[in-house]
């Protein structure tokens, strides 16, 4: 299991390395001539329980952007005269996908444990772990035979939930790269291959299915097994009824899949569909749980599947960056998201390691690459381990009246980090809508650590860090943001180990961090790398008025350093998180040396490269810190040893009950806040040794000590920290154009203010001028109708792609920070 470790570092480990999870009032505006920050002056954030409501809001004036995305259906209800008073920005990132529980699969496989016994498709439930949804016994799930998941294909009329529940609104799709996406075409051939259509073939699955049922009968009755089938599908040579039927050795009981259904939007009308096909065709009987996201997503995501809770999920993501390079789709959601827990699962050998050398970058040339995407999602669909449905053509509402300069995706629309960065209204304010059908702003906690893991609180944070890169809305090509770089390389690629071997000296000074000895250490001679890269950062003050510097830097680096690797003997809560393992575990030793060159600049030398783009092996190196390491650390004694002042115990993760903690550590939670407190101003009156510089950092002996701050310097962080508690009642200190100036969890709005602070590297109109002009829009200077409903096309996936052999687009699967709808 200790591989596993290097599942997240491509597919969303740089999310945190570009951008970093990501004195007591911000300094005054700078100077009348050069206004520093954001077009807008502040951003009012609620939420709405209703998409009409929503969409209607915008219409009247009421908001200016109701942040969700819809399909075209939502806006079928309005008027030509209300249409008129609106317009709508497209996006195509939103997926839907039928997760499927498949324990009881014996086949040969890596990862999370399927089966608790040798019989294929047997899955015994006790103890009262799949309470409520099912009682102690022995079942048969049809999901663990991969021969019944992939007949799933044909049992499904993409084309009809495309036309009838989407109205349209989007495009079948068969594999996990979508539609829209500019390496569409290129595994066009695979689907000719395996025969899919749009509209799919439901007598063609059912004969799939009866055959699936009769040779795992002739396999438990060559091994011996007490189990037998009958009804349904196989009533004409078993007996028995309409349905499916079971005999666990004693009992002869129904078949029955209990299916979650999201209903907050269309996925409900999917799911009852989808469901009623099953037992059309398929003869099982299917249970309908029809839930919004607070159940179907503990359930699906964060229960054992052999617990055997639930067999399918109507699931959906979106994708909140511009990503052009479908391998990380296709690892993510074939290779990577079972090992997440999205849902728990493993894969078969075949497909764990085409996905390993994809991650790993195991292939000499940018042809190898292309090579293994196709074989990966040849793979991803011969093994179903989900079934691509469609991809969801929706659109963003923006009142034409009020609106000005909003940039947006040419596939993400409004959900990439670009929107209220340059959009601008007549009196600087924009009122923000949320959709949340309870009511939530968010659903996941404000810790840049292991949260901000819903789409909802992501789309927030985003505005009030910065990042060291993002994806141009228009190609998906890296953009400098608060840092630029620059890349030496020197290295061959060993076709025996299939790795690059570096031929670089890493100079004798240069440092990494020990997490044996908890320090920084130098690394000695004869070390090589296969990269070099220069990486300039522009600094300013963070959000209470402390300047960045190189420490908050290494601070970053040495936590997830730190807290990636369990040492001997240490209890597994006490500075070790096996999460951070999992995503940083096999990362950090592809890092072999950090030389601080100036105030401003690092130079990084490793062992990752992505030969098809440097912009992207850059981006690996590029470490932007998100959050000052007081505000780290101030988190991080909690979570070792527990609220000061509540006596709550926290953890990282949304797992936090399963590692025995009370709370999910939260930036902005008020009875979090109390602790960080109490923390803050101890840590700082006592000097508590290992908290009082950045943490764990000790670089004596180095060339590099005069980078760490001395007593004084700490004191006046620690002393911001407290004075910016006082006076916002939360720690979410970041640098981004914007800063939280209010949270009302009761109320449920946000309110955040442009940082004025003349430090602060961009004036209003820098990414107006800068960003491509055709992704730039001006609905309240320019009034162009908004568009019809889009029109439905018939093997639509063939014209989209671009040529790969011309197009290659440079981009990491950090930025699309894929997150569950």
């Keep these: 299991m200790k591989q596993l470790n290097k599942l997240f570092a491509i597919a969303v480990l740089l999310s945190v390395l570009i951008c970093i999870y990501p004195l007591l009032q911000p300094v005054a505006q700078a100077a009348a001539e ?26 009247a004036g009421d908001i200016d952007i109701f942040m969700w995305s819809m399909p075209w259906k939502v806006y079928e209800g309005l008027s030509p005269e209300d249409l008129a008073k609106i317009t709508t920005i497209k996006c195509s990132t939103g997926i839907w996908c039928i997760e499927m529980n498949w324990a009881g699969c014996t086949e040969p496989t890596v990862g999370y444990p399927l089966n608790e016994t040798a019989y294929p498709g047997i899955v015994i439930v006790s103890g009262g772990e799949g309470q409520p949804y099912r009682d102690d016994g022995v079942y048969f799930n049809p999901f663990a035979l991969r021969e019944v998941r992939y007949a799933l294909n044909w049992l499904i009329n993409r084309e009809k939930i495309v036309e009838v529940t989407l109205h349209g609104s989007g495009a079948p799709m068969f594999s996990a790269v979508q539609p829209s996406h500019p390496a569409n075409s290129t595994f066009w051939p695979i689907y000719e291959e395996y025969g899919l259509t749009a509209e799919g073939d439901p007598e063609k699955s059912a004969e799939m299915v009866k055959e699936a049922l009769l040779n795992v009968i002739d396999t438990w009755k060559a091994m011996g097994a007490p189990y037998d089938l009958r009804g349904g599908l196989l009533k004409d040579v078993k007996g028995g009824g309409d349905w499916l039927e079971f005999y666990d050795g004693t009992n002869w009981k129904l078949v029955v899949l209990n299916f979650f259904m999201r209903i907050e939007d269309e996925r409900h009308e999917e799911g009852l569909t989808v469901a009623s096909w099953i037992e059309d065709y398929w003869k099982i009987k299917v249970e309908r749980f029809e839930y919004d996201r607070t159940v179907c997503i503990p359930v699906v995501y964060g229960t054992d599947p052999l617990a055997y809770k639930w067999d399918l999920y109507t699931a959906g993501w979106v994708s909140m960056a511009e990503w052009p390079y479908p391998g990380d789709d296709l690892m993510w959601y074939y290779w990577l998201c079972p090992f997440l827990g999205y849902p728990y699962g493993a894969v078969n050998s075949s497909v764990w390691m085409t996905g390993l050398r994809l991650y790993l970058g195991a292939y000499e040339t940018a042809d190898e690459y292309w090579d293994l995407c196709k074989q990966l999602c040849r793979y991803g669909i011969w093994e179903a381990y989900r079934v691509f449905v469609a991809e969801c053509w929706e659109f963003f509402a923006v009142n034409k009246a009020r609106v000005s300069n909003i940039a947006y995706g040419r596939m993400t629309g409004l959900w990439n980090p670009w929107p209220l960065r340059t959009a601008s209204t007549p009196d600087g304010k924009m009122r923000v809508a949320e959709y949340s059908a309870m009511g939530s702003l968010f659903m996941s906690a404000w810790n840049p650590v292991l949260g901000f893991m819903c789409v909802y609180s992501e789309v927030m944070w985003r505005y009030l860090h910065d990042y060291g890169a993002i994806t141009n809305p228009e190609t998906g090509i890296y953009m400098p943001v608060r840092a630029t770089w620059t890349v030496e390389k020197d290295c061959y690629f060993d076709r025996t180990t299939m790795t690059w071997v570096g031929r670089m000296d890493v100079p004798s000074d240069a440092i990494i961090y020990n997490h044996t000895l908890h320090k920084w250490v130098t690394v000695g001679t004869g070390q090589k790398a296969s990269v070099k890269v220069v990486v300039n950062y522009k600094f300013s003050n963070w959000h209470h008025g402390i300047p960045m510097d190189i420490s908050d830097v290494l601070a970053t680096i040495g936590f997830y350093w730190e807290w990636a690797y369990r040492d001997p003997g240490e209890d597994v809560n006490y500075f070790y998180h096996p999460d951070i393992d999992w995503y940083y575990g096999d990362v950090f030793p592809l890092i072999k ?12 030398y490793g062992d990752y490269l992505f030969v098809v783009d440097d912009n992207v092996t850059a981006a690996f190196y590029i470490w932007w810190p998100v959050i000052p390491w007081e505000v780290r650390t101030v988190m991080e004694y909690c979570v070792v040893y527990g609220g000061p002042s509540t006596g709550k115990t926290y953890g990282w993760s949304e797992e936090y009950a399963t590692y025995g903690r009370d709370e999910w550590i939260d930036m902005i939670n008020p009875m979090h806040v109390a602790d960080f407190d109490f923390a803050a101003d101890q840590i700082n009156k006592t000097e508590m040794a290992g908290w009082f510089r950045p943490n764990y950092t000790d ?67 820098h990414w107006v001028k800068t960003l491509p002009p055709d992704y730039i829009a001006n609905p309240a200077k320019v009034a162009p109708p908004p568009p019809p409903p889009p029109p439905r096309r018939i093997g639509i996936w063939v014209g989209v792609g671009v040529g790969i052999a011309v197009v290659v687009i440079a981009a990491v699967a950090a930025l699309i920070l894929r997150k569950r709808a």
Aim: hydrophobic letters at 35%; glycine letters at 6%.
């Design 593 to 604: 040396g950090i030389r601080i060159i100036n105030d401003t600049a690092l130079e990084m």
């Design 34 to 59: 050069e206004k520093k920050g954001p077009p807008l002056d502040e951003i009012i954030w609620t939420v709405e329980t209703e998409q009409e409501i929503g969409l209607k809001k915008v219409v």
């Design 699 to 765: 670089l004596s002996g180095t060339p590099y000590y005069g980078y760490t701050p001395d007593r004084a310097a700490c004191h006046a962080r620690w002393t911001a920290l407290l004075n910016w508690i006082d006076k916002y009642s939360h720690i979410c200190v970041s640098n981004g154009p914007f800063y939280m100036e209010k949270w009302d969890p009761v109320k449920r709005y946000m309110v955040m203010k442009a940082f004025r602070d003349p430090t602060y590297p961009f004036t209003p109109d």
